[in-house]
């Protein structure tokens, strides 16, 4: 403790230095922490209007329906078998907590003057929204509460073919025996666009869906689960696919991370900020390595005094290496105070991305990335003093006296 108190006394003696070693150090904190508080809630929104306004946490398909998607295909729908074995899986996992069921087709969209392809998903309008609780939300007018002949267009469709809630369409389909069926809708309401597969998709009842095809029974190609907690998403994935009925029955389990393009951007913004970590440790590093150093130059005097009278090494060691893990600790608190009056100040933040517009941000200091961040300039801030508490503690004392 006696060497705490004298690295303590010697950095006030010092106190511009001190100061700007301390700022620099809260400087790659702040920023470290508050791109971690942006970043972070930036992936949380995407992947909340993701999962839960179109694609669900984990799906389930014929062996090859996913890699074949662009084409819509019909061969490969679930039978009422397969059904039958799914739901008895979901039913007894303990972390899902709702399913819906899809019936995907592509079709031509008709309104007498013009024509358009579409793709579509046919859904039990209930289940689908318990299973994506913010499907409603990008309802831009009308309503998400299809009945039978009733579609929700995809705006890019309402914009392009001037339509309406309320106006009748046709849509014609084929199916898997190659025969065409067509049938009059009415238009119940326009879903916004989101980023990624699915996000300019229609959806119909999925009775009506059935008509179109000519399907009998319960025959889907699309289930979605939504579990209970999102940590738990691949456990859970691992688990149905582990069931050696899965393989069986030649079904697929993806994740949305699979589904979704936006995982490369995660994954981008989880390197971008090891890549600012690494800065703040090179921040730090310099700059106790730096102050330690010419501490030791400017005291070479003093510290041949205490080797002269018989201080022990270690003690004089322990002193430079305290001297940084305070610099470290003091400039962490200050980083970490700025970042939370930054993140106080600003609040929520608005804007939008590509065609996604309202975009509302609420960046959060997380204790982890704290507590992390604080143990991390601690640690490199006392290997950083290790070399010249090292230098000092050898320093032979008759050649420090000369200088």
Request: charged share 20%; aromatic share 6%.
């Amino acid at each position: 403790m006696k060497s705490l108190k004298i690295a303590y006394r010697t950095l006030l003696r010092s106190k511009r230095r001190s100061a700007l070693t301390i700022s620099l150090i809260a400087v790659g904190v702040a920023f470290v922490l508050l791109f971690g508080a942006f970043s972070g809630s930036f992936k949380s929104y995407m992947v909340s209007q993701i999962t839960d306004s179109m694609l669900g946490h984990v799906q389930i398909h014929h062996l090859g329906y996913v890699e074949s998607l662009d084409n819509m295909p019909l061969d490969k729908n679930l039978k009422e078998e397969q059904l039958q074995v799914i739901e008895k899986i979901i039913t007894e996992s303990k972390s899902i907590e709702n399913y819906s069921y899809r019936l995907k087709l592509s079709a031509l969209l008709s309104n007498y003057e013009n024509s358009t392809n579409v793709r579509l998903n046919g859904i039990e309008p209930e289940s689908e929204h318990r299973t994506l609780p913010l499907l409603k939300s990008r309802i831009l007018s009308g309503t998400s509460e299809i009945k039978e002949g009733e579609v929700v267009i995809p705006e890019v469709v309402s914009k392009g073919m001037n339509l309406k809630v309320g106006d009748p369409i046709v849509l014609v389909a084929t199916n898997q025996a190659g025969s065409m069926n067509a049938i009059n809708f009415k238009v119940a309401g326009v879903l916004g666009i989101i980023s990624g597969p699915g996000g300019r998709d229609g959806y119909i009842h999925i009775n009506d869906a059935r008509k179109l095809l000519r399907i009998k029974g319960r025959e889907v190609n699309e289930i979605v689960l939504r579990l209970k907690r999102l940590s738990e998403l691949h456990a859970t994935a691992k688990s149905i696919k582990g069931n050696p009925v899965i393989a069986q029955d030649k079904l697929e389990v993806h994740t949305w991370e699979k589904l979704s393009p936006f995982t490369s951007i995660s994954d981008m913004l989880d390197v971008m900020s090891i890549s600012v970590q690494f800065i703040l440790v090179s921040i730090v590093l310099i700059s106790i390595l730096n102050v330690m150093i010419m501490s030791i130059y400017e005291r070479i005097k003093e510290i041949g005094t205490l080797s002269a009278i018989g201080t022990p090494s270690s003690f004089i060691a322990s002193t430079f290496i305290f001297e940084g893990i305070i610099l470290g600790f003091v400039g962490t608190i200050v980083g970490v105070t700025i970042s939370s009056l930054v993140v106080f100040g600003i609040g929520d933040i608005n804007f939008a991305f590509g065609r996604q517009e309202a975009i509302v941000l609420s960046p959060v200091l997380m204790g982890g990335t704290v507590v992390l961040v604080t143990l991390l300039v601690v640690v490199i801030s006392a290997l950083a003093s290790l070399y010249p508490a090292l230098k000092a503690a050898r320093m032979n004392p008759v050649e420090a006296l000369r200088s």
